[in-house]
C-alpha cells in the first residue's frame, strides 16, 4: 500500500503489471447457478463510504459487462442489509444485520467482524443466509477479460497475469518454461500459447519426460533407423520430427536425467538432431515449451539440472499460481467441471432449478469448504473431487459429502479469518480483542508433561502455531510442544507451507520494497520462517538481514 488512507494494495504472487486492487465480492455459489462468478467491486469503500448488500441491491456483473442484477435470492433481507466498510490500515470491516444470517467458517457472525489486507489476499468465504456464498478478496477493477478467455476459466488477478504473459508471447519463436505446482493447469497454458502463434495450425505434441527412460529417450525424442538397436525393426520418427514446424511440449523437464539433459541443450542450441543410428545430422524447426513443479535452481546447486539448460528452457517463463492463490475461481471452476459430469450422466438440469427458493444443489456450507481448503493438488484434484461428489451423490437432491471426501476436506482449511469489532467504539478504531491462552510449554521448559508426537500435529495446528509466532520457527515449536528440528519436518512435509527457499527473487524483491525492509511484516505477508527469509535477504543484497 501507498499509504494508510487507502485500501488498494498489491497483490503478492504476480509479475509486472501490477494492478491497483480493491476489494471485491465475488460470487461463489448460488442456487442459480448461471450468477457464480459475478461480482461487486467494493470501491465505494476508497471514499470511505459505506456498501449494502441485500436481496435487491446493488447489482453484482461480470468483469466484462456493463449490466448486472443483485443477488436476487428471497431468502435475503430487502431492508437490513450486510454493510461493509472501510477500517484502520487497509482493513475492511463487515457489521451484519438482523436480516441476513452471515457465517464464517462455520459460525454465525454476531457483532462487526474486521478483515485484514493481508486475509483478504488469501480470500474470504462469506456464507450469507445459508444460500449464496460470496468471497471478499482483492480485485482489478479495470479486469475484462471473459471468464474462459483463451480456454482457461477464471477471473482472478493472477490468471489475467497468466493470459497478459501467454499474450505478450504467443507470436514469438522463443522457449517458454511454464512454473508450477503439480495439477496447476500448466499443459492447458502451453496449448493455449500453441493456439495463440503462428503454429496455430501445426501439430502440438506433448512429452511427459518423467516417463522416457533414459535409456528410451535419444530414440523417443530424436527417433532411430531401423537396426539402430535391439527391437528397432523400423525407422522412428521422434518426437522432435513429429512436431517439426510445430509445438512440442516438454512436461516434467525437471525429472530428465543429466544424460538427456545434455541432448536436449545440443538441440536447443543447434536445432539439428541426430537419430539413433544416423551419422547426418537433422534440421528440425520447432517452438519448444517446457513446464516443470520441480526447484530447478535448487537442482542446479545440488548438481542434478545443468544450468545451460534452464537458460535456454526459460527464454520466457511465465509462473501458474496455486489454486490457493486463485480463490475467486474455485466457484466458476467447479461449476465447469460440475456441468461436464452432469452432462455426461444427462442430469445438466441441476443447474437450471425451475423454482428458484428450493434447496440450493451445492450447500452453502459445503461451497464455502471448497474455498477455505488448500488444494494441494490444485485444478486437477478439483476437478477429481467434482466428479466423486456428483456420482456419489446421484439420487439425492443436494450435493453430500462422503465421510471420506468430508475427513479430506478438513485435513486442510484455511482457519477463520478477522477478529471481532465493538460496535461502540470510534469510526476507523478496533477493539482490542483478548489473546487466546497459551498453548502448553514444551517438556525443556517446564516440569510438565513430555513433548507431543508430531503425528498429533495437524496441518492446520502447525499454520496457525506459526502464524501466532509471526513465522519464528522455535516460538512456533515451543507453542506446539515440539522440538525445533520437529518443526522443519513438519513443514518440508506440509503441501500448503512454503519455505523461504521456495521464494522467487523478485517476489521477496517486490515485498521487501513494500515492507520498507520490515523483516517482521515480510515474513507474516509471506509467510515463511523470519530466519531463513533473512538469510535470503542478505543473501540478494538486500539488507543485512537476520542470520
Known sequence: MADDSTIGVRKRNTSEPVARLVPALTIVSHPMAHRVGERLVLDALLSNRLVAVSRNEPDFMRPNSVLGTPLADQFLSRKQPVVFSQGPVGSVRLTPGDGIKVTLAGEPLRVPWEF????????????????????????????????????????????????HHIEQVADLNVSVLIR???????????????????????????????????????????????????????????????????????????????????????????????????????KVDVRLIAATDAQLEQQIQDGRFKAPLLHRLAGYEIRVPPLRERREDIGLLFYHFAREELESINEAWRLKPEDSSTEPWLPAALASRLVRYGWPGNIRQLRNLTRQLIIGSRGHTRLRLDPRLEK???????????????????????????????????????????????????????????????????????????????????????????TAGDLSVEEITRCFRECAGDLDAMAQRLEVSKRALGRRIKELGLGSGET
Open 116 to 163: 485484514s489486507p493481508e486475509e483478504l489476499a488469501v480470500g474470504v468465504p462469506l456464507e450469507l443466509a445459508e444460500r449464496v456464498v460470496v468471497l471478499l478478496h482483492w480485485a482489478d477493477p479495470k479486469a475484462s477479460a471473459a471468464v474462459d478467455a483463451l480456454g482457461m476459466v477464471g477471473t482472478s488477478v493472477g490468471l489475467q497475469q497468466v493470459r
Open 408 to 498: 479430506e476436506l478438513d485435513a486442510s482449511l484455511l482457519p477463520r479469518p478477522g477478529r471481532p469489532v465493538n460496535a461502540t467504539a470510534e469510526p476507523g478504531r478496533s477493539v482490542e480483542v483478548k489473546p487466546m491462552p497459551e498453548a502448553p510449554k514444551s517438556a525443556s521448559d517446564s516440569k510438565g508433561p513430555s513433548r507431543r508426537k508430531p503425528a498429533n500435529i495437524s496441518e492446520q495446528e502447525l499454520l496457525t502455531a506459526l502464524r501466532e509466532s509471526a513465522w519464528d520457527l522455535k516460538a512456533a515449536a515451543d507453542r506446539l510442544g515440539i522440538a525445533r528440528p520437529t518443526i522443519y519436518d513438519l513443514i518440508d512435509k506440509s503441501s500448503n507451507i512454503r
Open 180 to 282: 508450477g505446482e503439480t495439477g496447476s493447469g500448466k499443459e492447458l497454458i502451453a496449448r493455449a500459447i500453441h493456439q495463440c502463434s503462428q503454429r496455430r495450425d501445426k501439430v502440438f505434441v506433448s512429452v511427459n519426460m518423467g516417463a522416457i527412460p533414459k535409456e528410451l529417450a535419444p530414440a523417443e525424442l530424436f527417433g532411430a533407423t531401423k537396426g539402430a538397436f535391439t527391437g528397432a525393426v523400423k525407422d522412428r520418427e521422434g518426437f522432435f520430427r513429429t512436431a517439426h514446424d510445430g509445438t512440442l511440449f516438454l512436461d516434467e523437464v525437471g525429472e530428465a536425467p543429466p544424460e538427456v539433459q545434455v541432448l536436449l541443450l545440443r538441440v536447443l542450441e543447434t536445432g539439428e538432431i541426430f537419430p539413433v543410428g544416423e551419422r547426418t545430422p537433422v
